[in-house]
């Protein structure tokens, strides 16, 4: 496939190269950084943007119950992104570094020993989903109407669980490989096509929010399909040559690499689980505030899933890039790697965030109908809380990303609890109960990017992650 000059690349290299005039980045290191990340940012707003899009259209084609029913099911869906993400946090500095030191072997026991994994932890999640879907969604809200919603779109929706997290270890092989491009790719037109099979299911079958689900299945089981044949054959039609090409028929229970994709995702999962389980007391809090701010709070998420797309493209180019350093024992490389990439993440993030304060109002008058108009101002100012917070993420994904290549990941961990559970819920849970109300919930955005940012940028800063990458590394020894 050729890849064309893109302007996603265009805005992001233009960002980078505006810094390394002012002498915050090397040149070079901004444009590997750029050819990494840009297609992982798109990637990210495709499929950010079709859970917005999903929103939306059950909105408008249902109501509002529907757009809360919904975001009600989201967080027990994100399961599949928490164990997925934490299994393909191992994935990328295991096969990074592998890359990096050319051992392709190893890279490939790797590679099947996390298929392995992310399926025996999904499987579990899919059958729960669709056994208790209605108990699952009564704990966070009594409106019968809300749950019938919500409980119809996860019983489905938990068919494609482990596929999502099949998805996340393909995308993590290509990016560790050096080509997020073909990530981009596969993963942005698996979202594409989703938006079309949703609106078909939605609008013109009408089946409201089970067609919002089944659209989702349909579509990972399709990106799952290209991604398993590409890496097995080397290529897949249409798309062009894949990095690497991985022997389908080898181990997939290889005992060292299982312990070291557990040692190192566990951490990663816990953090991607924080995100997700702390959803769970929010959504009751929102509860108390109101079926309209909890649906001005879904919209607000959604639009902030698109927002922090920088943070998915920085954050694995940091893994990637600096991974491959530390894969050769360019230590001193790695690092500079890592503090650079924080400043481009943080620079983009500022100008997106800009964009989207500015537009705010119109953008999210496209995710309601005539019964949800109440809602729209609530949704606003949260989007502005949002604009600021994301700023921080920049720091946050970009130091985690570097750590995450070193297998140091249990301080992005720690942080992401800290920020999410002792600062941002308790805000939300005053704003709720007491005079503070809204700015609860403007607080919690800023905390929990925030505090992150703060400690991932000093673990960054100590240094200490160097020598626990050597312990995972293939066998070169470090240049300093």
Same mark, same amino acid.
């Given at each position: 496939?050729?890849?064309?000059?893109?302007?996603?690349? +265009?805005?992001?290299?233009?960002?980078?190269?505006? %810094?390394?005039?002012?002498?915050?980045?090397?040149?070079? /290191?901004?444009? /590997?950084?750029?050819?990494?990340?840009?297609? /992982?940012?798109?990637?990210?707003?495709?499929?950010?943007?079709?859970?917005?899009?999903?929103?939306?259209?059950?909105?408008?084609?249902?109501?509002?119950?529907?757009?809360?029913?919904?975001?009600?099911?989201?967080?027990?869906?994100?399961?599949?992104?928490?164990?997925?993400?934490?299994?393909?946090?191992?994935?990328?500095? !295991?096969?990074?570094?592998?890359?990096?030191?050319?051992?392709?072997?190893?890279?490939?026991?790797?590679?099947?020993?996390?298929?392995?994994?992310?399926?025996?932890?999904?499987?579990?999640?899919?059958? =729960?989903?669709?056994?208790?879907?209605?108990?699952?969604? #009564?704990?966070?809200?009594?409106?019968?109407?809300?749950?019938?919603?919500?409980?119809?779109?996860?019983? +489905?929706?938990?068919?494609?669980?482990?596929?999502?997290?099949?998805?996340?270890?393909? #995308?993590?092989v290509l990016v560790g490989c050096n080509d997020a491009y073909i990530a981009m790719v596969v993963r942005g037109g698996g979202a594409l096509a989703n938006i079309v099979i949703n609106a078909v299911l939605i609008f013109g079958l009408g089946f409201g929010v089970a067609g919002a689900a089944a659209g989702t299945v349909l579509a990972n089981i399709a990106v799952t399909a290209t991604f398993a044949l590409g890496l097995a054959y080397g290529r897949f039609p249409g798309i062009g040559e894949f990095p690497v090409r991985i022997d389908p028929f080898g181990t997939y229970v290889d005992g060292e690499t299982i312990r070291a994709l557990v040692t190192i995702g566990l951490p990663v999962m816990g953090r991607n689980t924080v995100w997700t389980v702390a959803e769970f007391p929010m959504l009751f809090i929102l509860g108390?505030?109101?079926?309209?701010?909890?649906?001005?709070?879904?919209?607000?998420?959604?639009?902030?899933?698109?927002?922090?797309?920088?943070?998915?493209?920085?954050? %694995?180019?940091?893994?990637?890039?600096?991974?491959?350093? %530390?894969?050769?024992?360019?230590?001193?490389?790695?690092?500079?790697?890592?503090?650079?990439? =924080?400043?481009?993440?943080?620079?983009?993030?500022?100008?997106?965030?800009?964009?989207?304060?500015?537009?705010?109002?119109?953008? =999210?008058? !496209?995710?309601?109908?005539?019964?949800?108009?109440?809602?729209?101002? +609530?949704?606003?100012?949260?989007?502005? *809380?949002?604009?600021?917070?994301?700023?921080?993420?920049? =720091?946050?994904?970009?130091?985690?990303?570097?750590?995450?290549?070193?297998?140091?990941?249990?301080?992005?961990?720690?942080?992401?609890?800290?920020?999410?559970?002792?600062?941002? +819920?308790? %805000?939300?849970?005053?704003?709720?109960?007491?005079?503070?109300?809204?700015?609860?919930?403007?607080?919690?955005?800023?905390?929990?990017?925030?505090?992150?940012?703060?400690?991932?940028?000093?673990?960054?800063?100590?240094?200490?992650?160097?020598?626990?990458?050597?312990?995972? /590394?293939?066998?070169?020894? *470090?240049?300093?």
């Amino acid at each position: 496939m050729s890849r064309l000059p893109n302007p996603f690349r +265009i805005f992001v290299l233009w960002i980078g190269l505006a %810094l390394s005039r002012l002498g915050l980045i090397d040149p070079e /290191r901004a444009r /590997r950084t750029t050819d990494l990340a840009w297609p /992982r940012i798109v990637t990210g707003i495709a499929r950010m943007s079709k859970n917005a899009v999903d929103v939306a259209m059950v909105g408008v084609a249902v109501g509002i119950s529907a757009t809360a029913g919904v975001g009600l099911a989201g967080p027990f869906y994100g399961l599949a992104f928490s164990v997925g993400g934490g299994v393909a946090g191992g994935t990328i500095a !295991l096969v990074s570094q592998r890359y990096g030191a050319d051992a392709y072997e190893e890279l490939g026991v790797a590679v099947r020993s996390s298929t392995f994994l992310v399926v025996l932890l999904t499987l579990p999640i899919t059958a =729960v989903f669709w056994t208790f879907p209605e108990e699952l969604i #009564s704990l966070l809200n009594d409106n019968p109407v809300v749950v019938e919603q919500g409980a119809t779109y996860l019983k +489905i929706v938990g068919l494609g669980v482990p596929f999502a997290g099949l998805n996340l270890i393909g #995308s993590r092989v290509l990016v560790g490989c050096n080509d997020a491009y073909i990530a981009m790719v596969v993963r942005g037109g698996g979202a594409l096509a989703n938006i079309v099979i949703n609106a078909v299911l939605i609008f013109g079958l009408g089946f409201g929010v089970a067609g919002a689900a089944a659209g989702t299945v349909l579509a990972n089981i399709a990106v799952t399909a290209t991604f398993a044949l590409g890496l097995a054959y080397g290529r897949f039609p249409g798309i062009g040559e894949f990095p690497v090409r991985i022997d389908p028929f080898g181990t997939y229970v290889d005992g060292e690499t299982i312990r070291a994709l557990v040692t190192i995702g566990l951490p990663v999962m816990g953090r991607n689980t924080v995100w997700t389980v702390a959803e769970f007391p929010m959504l009751f809090i929102l509860g108390i505030f109101g079926e309209e701010v909890l649906a001005a709070f879904v919209i607000a998420r959604r639009i902030w899933g698109v927002m922090n797309t920088p943070g998915w493209g920085f954050g %694995l180019a940091a893994s990637s890039l600096v991974g491959q350093e %530390l894969g050769v024992g360019r230590e001193t490389s790695a690092e500079r790697y890592g503090r650079e990439i =924080v400043r481009f993440a943080v620079a983009v993030y500022l100008v997106s965030a800009l964009v989207i304060f500015v537009l705010s109002e119109p953008i =999210v008058g !496209l995710f309601v109908g005539e019964t949800g108009e109440a809602s729209i101002p +609530i949704a606003v100012t949260l989007v502005h *809380a949002a604009c600021i917070a994301v700023v921080f993420q920049g =720091v946050a994904g970009g130091a985690s990303g570097a750590l995450d290549a070193s297998g140091d990941t249990r301080w992005p961990f720690y942080s992401q609890f800290l920020g999410m559970f002792v600062v941002a +819920i308790p %805000l939300a849970y005053v704003g709720a109960t007491t005079s503070l109300g809204l700015w609860g919930l403007y607080l919690a955005f800023v905390a929990e990017t925030s505090v992150p940012a703060a400690i991932n940028y000093w673990r960054f800063h100590t240094g200490k992650w160097k020598a626990i990458s050597r312990t995972y /590394r293939p066998g070169t020894p *470090a240049d300093d």
